[in-house]
């Protein structure tokens, strides 16, 4: 762990501090209003046709895009990295499952399916969910041109140049990136793409990191070899509950 | 059919580029603010808290257990509560999955409630959570960082909750529906239910000594419901105009 000199911090009376965190609050209430505004202005993207016919692999045969509702109108895809030759799901991906995993039953009662899809193998996925312990739809889609569509998989091809990935062109060596879509069935059955995010743009939906920003330490990745360089899967921290008294440093 | 307006793909990406660049400078702003939050000065704290956990009697020290950041979430669990508030459940059902994570990056995320210890546990049980919960019964803990009122400030008028003197739905003389709602999934009424709120505190221990660093209530803790954050993303975003409470807890949903 990284020692960033806390012991230099500026300490104060409670009188001070109130002071100071009551000038925070303005700039608080700022943000959570221009999140709001944003979200608002998100819905009035328009929506694009969705004319392809694609059909996923699930834990009990095939889906078509439509399917994946579950008579629901609204449809958030979580594109979680995991590709056919690799054997484990993504570790950065896996943190974000364990953010989503438990609400998504929430979100059913707004009108809300959320589901995962990589190109992987079904049953890679559903080995790798059962490991890690979770209860979200998680499909395959191996055999169909949805990844490369919503651009968070690329051909060998492809990433020989740059491609296209977060609305810019870059140069990667993943074959897989994250990312979020998002669907809306209408009464007819037609299907739209509404939206969909990648790179930092999926920063908000890892509440984790939304937790991390209100510690003195913040983040605490700047010094890292990379920024989540800290990050293990969750069953194989040493202390697996977070729950563990350790021994005083 | 849809009355929403649609476009082709190229209309689409041109609307979507735009909107991009907004949610970049949103994604600097909040950067910056996690900044400046870590700029606040830090308060000393000098009075000895005990708390009741798993492993017995605990001191705020305690409660970091070896990690030098402490995060504690104000869980609404009032000592005459029958349940854990309901609302609470579902932000807890959020950082239940990821505080591994947490305290593998020097940050211990416990909950802390007035409650007594065993109905915290018992509570815990029946929602499979894994997170530390303390017990703030025979502590001023919860009413010294504003999460819990005494019945005289309440009908004083005098709580200050969120930084502000009377300014939340639970302070209303009127009780808000959602309000008389998360009431009556505690067993409680809306008086009782109101004199414990909820809130998030941030902590850092150096050299033996406890620093308050942080607060946050109310909608700022909107960031933190991770279903909040999804639901913002979806055509028909947070979908509340019906009003009143949609969410239950995780195991009294109809249907899985």
């Known amino acids: 762990m990284v020692k960033r ?81 690799w054997e484990e ?38 080995a790798f969910k059962r490991r890690m312990g979770w209860n979200f739809k998680w499909l395959s889609s191996g055999n169909n041109d949805f990844n490369y569509d919503y651009q968070v998989s690329f051909t060998p091809e492809a990433l020989e140049n740059e491609v296209e990935y ?84 | 059919m849809t009355t929403h307006m649609t476009g082709t793909r190229e209309e689409w990406l041109a609307a979507r580029l735009e909107l991009l660049e907004a949610e970049k400078e949103l994604t600097r702003r909040s950067d910056e603010l996690a900044r400046r939050r870590q700029e606040l000065p830090w308060v000393r704290v000098d009075k000895e808290y005990r708390f009741e956990t798993d492993e017995g009697s605990a001191s705020l020290a305690d409660l970091f257990r070896g990690r030098s950041q402490l995060l504690v979430y104000h869980y609404m669990f009032g000592p005459d509560y029958t349940a854990g508030c309901a609302t609470c459940s579902t932000i807890a059902d959020g950082f239940d999955g990821f505080a591994v994570h947490l305290a593998n990056h020097d940050v211990t995320l416990s909950a802390v409630s007035r409650a007594p210890l065993a109905k915290l546990q018992a509570y815990k049980r029946r929602m499979g959570w894994t997170f530390p919960w303390a017990s703030s019964l025979r502590s001023d803990f919860n009413f010294d960082f504003n999460v819990s009122f005494t ?37 409680t009424d809306a008086a009782t239910y109101s004199r414990d709120r909820p809130g998030m505190s941030a902590f850092v221990l150096e050299d033996d000594v406890v620093y308050h ?16 954050q999804w639901l913002d993303r979806a055509p028909k975003g947070r979908n509340e105009e019906t009003g009143g409470v949609w969410w239950r807890r995780h195991d009294e949903y109809d249907k899985r």
């Not at chain 2, 660093?213 to 909040?228: E, F, K, Q, V």
């Open chain 1, 5 to 85: 000199g806390l012991d230099t911090h500026k300490t104060v009376t409670q009188g001070e501090w109130l002071e100071a965190r009551k000038h925070l609050l303005t700039q608080e209430k700022e943000f959570t209003r221009l999140r709001d505004r944003l979200s608002q202005q998100r819905r009035e993207l328009p929506w694009v046709k969705v004319e392809k016919n694609y059909v996923f692999e699930g834990p009990s045969g095939k889906e078509t895009l439509a399917d994946l509702f579950e008579g629901r109108s609204q449809l958030v895809v979580y594109h979680f990295m995991f590709a056919p030759d």
């Open chain 1, 89 to 126: 799901g993504c570790r950065s991906c896996s943190f974000w499952a364990d953010g989503f995993n438990a609400i998504d039953l929430h979100l059913n009662q707004r009108d809300v399916t959320l589901v995962a899809i990589s190109r992987g193998p079904i049953e890679k996925l559903e």
């Open chain 1, 166 to 249: 977060n609305y810019g062109k870059q140069k990667t060596d993943s074959s897989d990136m994250p990312g979020v879509s998002v669907f809306y069935q209408d009464s007819k059955g037609n299907l739209f793409h509404t939206y969909s995010a990648y790179s930092r743009g999926i920063d908000i939906l890892n509440p984790a990191y939304n937790y991390l920003d209100l510690v003195p330490k913040g983040r605490d990745e700047a010094e890292l070899e990379w920024p989540m360089a800290w990050l293990g899967y969750h069953d194989q921290y040493e202390d697996r509950s977070g729950n563990t008294k350790r021994e005083a440093r």
């Open chain 2, 151 to 187: 019945e005289e400030q309440q009908r004083e008028g005098v709580i200050e909750y969120n930084y502000e003197r009377g300014g939340h739905a639970m302070d209303a003389t009127q009780v808000p529906e959602p309000v008389a709602q998360n009431a009556a999934m505690t067993g």
């Open chain 2, 213 to 228: 660093t942080y607060s946050t209530y109310a909608r700022g803790l909107d960031g933190l419901w991770g279903m909040y």
